[in-house]
């Protein structure tokens, strides 16, 4: 933001979602997938910047789980958005549970989705607001070591990130939500309430939609090859985590194959593409999840 801003050409807007930064804590309502974000970000647009331009289209940009944000405001209102700017972005199929590029469960109780896929020990140095980094489960080895591939790129803003990332709202409305249970390996499911649930399969998949939309923006897809969030090699897949061994009980690759999220948004983009719509895939090479934060020029 402070980079677009020294360029004096854009507008920017970066708002918290709710239960994130200074935004009120609201419920999520995971059975709506990501539109209770999507909405909230619809009204800001409608009554919240009057210095927008009367009539006029953002860029919008969504980073991870804001990606799928992103899609679904663009899927509720395609002529609201000028372009769109998909940073290391949420799968169009959901975060977790899907075998192949054309989004096929796994199971049929979506299990390993949800907020039961989350380690506990995080969600509780979580709420607690723990800034230290003395266990791999603390919020800022969490975040050093998965949100970028290289940890001295957060500089002196590494403090700042920390603060935003312990402004989460922790709790079973918000994140990570509650757990389901599943019959299927690892016996966890989505539940119906909390941040993690919405990104389930089983409340978001927006391949169809977004592909069926009439009016469809360009969409650039930026993302790091050394990405340890979202990837086909995911370290937050636990049917990935489970071939590595970290998760006893794993099926095997057939029962249980890891989620191909990378080749899932290409190929949907392709069909976004081939039904009249254009993307661009732009591959920053030894970037992790955090192109803005480690790439920002």
Known sequence: MRRLLAAGTW???APDLRGYGESDPAPVDATRGLRDFADDVAALLDGA???FVSGARPIVVGHSMGGGVAMQLTIDHPERVAGLLLEAPLSPYGFGGTRDLIGTLTTPDYAGTGAGAVNPSFVER???KDRSSDDQASPRVVMRSTYVADPDS??????????TVLSTVVGPDNYPGIA??????????P??????NAMSPKWFSVADDLVALRDKPPVTWIRGSADAIVSDTSLFDLAYLGQLGFVPGWPGPEACPPQPMVGQTRAVLERYAAAGGTFTEVVLDGCGHSPHIERPG
């Open 180 to 189: 389901g249970v599943a019959e299927s390996w690892p016996t966890t499911g």
């Open 49 to 51: 910047l009057p210095f």
């Open 126 to 128: 979580l709420a607690a």
């Open 11 to 13: 507008r920017v807007v």
């Open 154 to 163: 957060f500089g002196v803003d590494e403090d700042g990130m920390l603060e």
């Open 191 to 196: 539940g119906a309430r909390g941040v993690l």
